[in-house]
């Protein structure tokens, strides 16, 4: 699993690319996790177009987002709102995604057409911002708008899927592990088949993303999942996902809704990702624990883009080039702590809150990069056969 290289330098050097991800051939364990992220062939020899190249615009901005995923206050959203006082756009920002199949199950009919959506961002995971991209559903992003641009993580400017970022911005990056009710089960996890102990039957809940939740059972089984793997392989993995669901092991499989199993603790236990639950945590008291199993867990990241049919994309691109001035980011991942994309927001940080700033779950170490995995790339034709499948098992 180990490499040579120091993962925190390889980190920078290459693409880091919530929940679901592209890999590369010959990416393994932490330091090639970060390094293999956005690094898909596949996808950088897309004869997509790029969207129109005018700017619409108007004075009120959608932007579609998970749940849990900027800084809020009270029920507001306090960079959000200062970033209105100060540019007098109205940003409706909706917690509307709560996994990417679903959201691209509603979404992408339209867009297909050319019809509004009804956003002027959305927020996808790297393997979904792909297919946009290569199926010409997102904009262009003109530069001189978005200045702040040139503080991404250099390690995220070349991805294989959008080289030079001229059609996504990262919005953050994370983990997939595994997390539990620390009163409900003082004993803690390690593992993945930890999750299957009788004490915990019915209070188990699992993601929706496939390449987590697969993920994570695919490497419990000894699969590396940074390399290309057999039908069989998978299988195996959904085979083991099929028996824990028809034995009422686990309870619910759920998208970011997971989180509310947990505070409710319908769920004691889950596989979950990593800054959800550090947020509940603050909010709800030190309740939870997160880790990465014994085997690995999985890397993501989320990215921002315009749809073509968005009818504000001069407001849209305002809205990035604020959330990447390092002190607004730092902001950001002071309250959602997740892995910041950019530069100059962890010396922010410090001015903020200086355990933050050496937070590995926000700017990783090498313990945890070294036991993290990037799922390997899928052609078409075996992301909708696996896609698929998975669907069939998880839906019943």
């Known amino acids: 699993m180990a490499t040579n290289q120091d993962p925190r330098s390889e980190f920078l050097k290459q693409a880091m690319s919530r929940r679901g991800f592209l890999g590369a051939v010959g990416a393994t364990g932490a330091a090639a996790a970060l390094a293999a992220c956005g690094t898909s062939s596949e996808d950088s020899t897309s004869e997509a177009t790029t969207g129109p190249t005018d700017q619409t615009s108007g004075e009120n901005v959608v932007w579609a987002n998970w749940t849990a995923y900027l800084d809020r206050k009270k029920g507001s959203y306090p960079t959000l709102e200062r970033f209105q006082k100060e540019s007098g756009y109205t940003v409706e920002y909706k917690e509307d995604i709560d996994d990417n199949a679903s959201f691209n199950g509603k979404v992408e009919p339209q867009v297909q057409n050319g019809q509004d959506i009804g ?32 503080n991404i993580e250099p390690a995220l400017l070349d991805v294989a899927f959008d080289p030079g970022r001229n059609q996504s911005l990262t919005w953050q990056s994370g983990f997939a ?4 009710n620390k009163k409900r089960v003082p004993e803690g996890l390690k593992t993945v088949q930890d999750l299957w102990k009788p004490e915990l039957k019915g209070k188990v809940v699992v993601l929706s993303e496939m390449r987590d939740t697969m993920g994570l059972i695919m490497l419990s089984q000894g699969t590396d999942i940074s390399q290309p793997f057999t039908e069989d392989q998978f299988n195996n993995g959904l085979d083991e996902l099929q028996k824990q669901i028809d034995d009422g092991q686990i309870k619910q499989v759920k998208g970011n809704s997971y989180l509310n199993d947990l505070k409710n603790e319908q769920a004691w236990a889950a596989i979950a990702w990593s800054g959800d639950i550090f947020q509940i945590n603050a909010e709800e008291g030190d309740q939870w624990e997160f880790v990465l199993p014994e085997s690995g867990g999985t890397l993501w990241s989320d990215n921002m883009l315009m749809p073509t049919t968005a009818t504000n994309m001069v407001g849209a691109q305002a809205v ?12 950001v991942a002071a309250w959602v702590n997740f892995v910041c994309p950019v530069q100059g927001a962890q010396a922010e940080m410090e001015k903020i809150d200086k355990s933050l700033a050496d937070s590995p779950w926000i700017f990783p170490d090498d313990e945890i990069l070294n ?8 052609t078409p034709e075996e992301d909708v056969q696996y896609s698929d499948a998975f669907g069939r098992v998880i839906q019943g």
């Open 320 to 331: 990035m080039d604020y959330y990447y001035d390092p002190k607004v980011a730092a902001e």
């Open 177 to 180: 592990g595994l997390v539990w």
């Open 119 to 150: 956003y002027d961002i959305v927020t996808l995971t790297d393997w979904l911002a792909a297919e946009w991209i290569r199926k010409g559903y997102s904009a262009q992003i003109d530069d001189s708008l978005v200045p702040n641009k040139k």
């Open 371 to 378: 036991n993290s995995y990037v799922f390997a790339t899928l």
